[in-house]
């Protein structure tokens, strides 16, 4: 296959009238389109999302089977995202064992956007436990180790407070391949500084369910702006985070160091409106999705919408947008030579957006997605 663009945005920048050629579902050349005819639009990388919850009316805790992976990953592939952690909401440890059994499935069938598996919880901090569900939050064992650092699940994310647990379990976990998170935590700048320095890398949702920044309490928020090599997730929906705030944190990481994540439930690509949730229920506000009691629950956003958001609510360049949906996460991942960017070697998960920034065509390994269907 051979594309020449209008725009291309690259790691070394934006490309004016260049052709892209793909073999075998991998870019093998990018150069000048010369005088050939050029199809208008921007050309940008597929996107990565760490951290989805639910799509397509599937929620990952409540159907944690190779089928629903595969309906939750078509919803988010209508909007854009070509890669994704499907991520586990803190639940039993039976649970966690039939997930990682159902992400060792599509792993094995090496699909074609999940490349790992999230786990957001269950070692967190009840004061900042958010939706999660209280009784299921505890410290780790063995047994629950075990399933984390299964070797057959791809790329494994885990989320934990570094207050609750021991920075021996996240060196432990580093050691085993894990990219370790902070979040859900009550933990001072020092207990986060030390997690980190344990082999912690990132921070989930930045600014939420964690200790704010505070003049003689720098907290979380205060540690994960200061740490310069520390990645920071964000939820651009204009719900979870003041756009002025989001705006701030990308303008003191940069876009090397924020990635854009939906946090999304069962209800992105479809007309839901209330969902059964532990023991509570999710309602859809128009774009905003809370418990009864108005607390937060995920949300409904897409990546193209974050993407969207962050470029003309916040002001950022397509190009600094597209490093934060795209190659930081798959940086923060350690999959940043296969995906995240458009450049030789890498895989062809591609995006065309039209003039007025809509998703025109989506490649997913080279190839034309119909009507956002994944096949196997």
Not at 1 to 13: A, F, S
Not at 214 to 228: C, D, E, F, T
Not at 233 to 252: F, N
Not at 266 to 277: N, R
Request: net charge negative.
């Amino acid at each position: 296959m051979k594309m020449c663009v209008q725009r291309v945005i690259t790691p070394e920048g934006v490309l004016d009238n260049t052709s892209i050629t793909v073999e075998d579902g991998i870019i093998v050349a990018i150069e000048p389109a010369g005088d050939k005819p050029v199809q208008s639009g921007t050309l940008m990388p597929g996107y990565f999302d760490t951290q989805v919850n639910g799509g397509g009316g599937v929620l990952f805790n409540q159907h944690p089977d190779a089928e629903s992976l595969n309906k939750l990953a078509s919803a988010h592939l209508r909007f854009g995202t070509t890669s994704m952690l499907p991520t586990l909401i803190t639940d039993g440890e039976a649970a966690m064992a039939r997930a990682a059994d159902a992400i060792a499935e599509v792993i094995a069938s090496d699909h074609p956007t999940i490349v790992g598996v999230h786990f957001e919880g269950p070692f967190l901090n009840v004061a900042k436990k958010g939706v999660h569900e209280a009784g299921f939050i505890r410290h780790p064992k063995d047994s629950e180790l075990a399933i984390l650092t299964r070797p057959d699940l791809g790329k494994v994310l885990v989320t934990v407070a570094p207050d609750t647990v021991d920075v021996g379990f996240i060196r432990e976990l580093v050691a085993a391949g894990v990219v370790v998170a902070l979040g859900h935590s009550n933990a001072t700048y020092e207990q986060a500084v030390a997690a980190l320095a344990a082999g912690a890398t990132g921070f989930t949702h930045l600014y939420n369910a964690m200790s704010a920044l505070q003049s003689r309490a720098p907290g979380m928020v205060g540690a994960a702006l200061n740490q310069s090599n520390a990645y920071c997730g964000l939820i651009v929906d204009h719900h979870h985070v003041h756009s002025q705030s989001a705006a701030l944190a990308i303008k003191t990481k940069t876009a090397q160091r924020i990635m854009l994540v939906t946090d999304a439930m069962a209800h992105v690509g479809t007309d839901i409106t209330e969902l059964a949730f532990f023991s509570t229920v999710i309602e859809r506000h128009g774009d905003k999705l809370v418990t009864p009691e108005g607390t937060l629950a995920g949300s409904c956003l897409d990546m193209h919408t974050a993407v969207l958001n962050s470029h003309r609510d916040l002001g950022f360049s397509l190009a600094e947008v597209s490093t934060m949906a795209s190659l930081t996460p798959a940086r923060f991942i350690g999959r940043e030579q296969q995906l995240g960017s458009i450049a030789v070697g890498q895989t062809a998960n591609l995006l065309l957006l039209d003039e007025a920034l809509n998703i025109e065509t989506i490649w997913l390994r080279g190839k034309a997605v119909a009507n956002g269907e994944i096949t196997l």
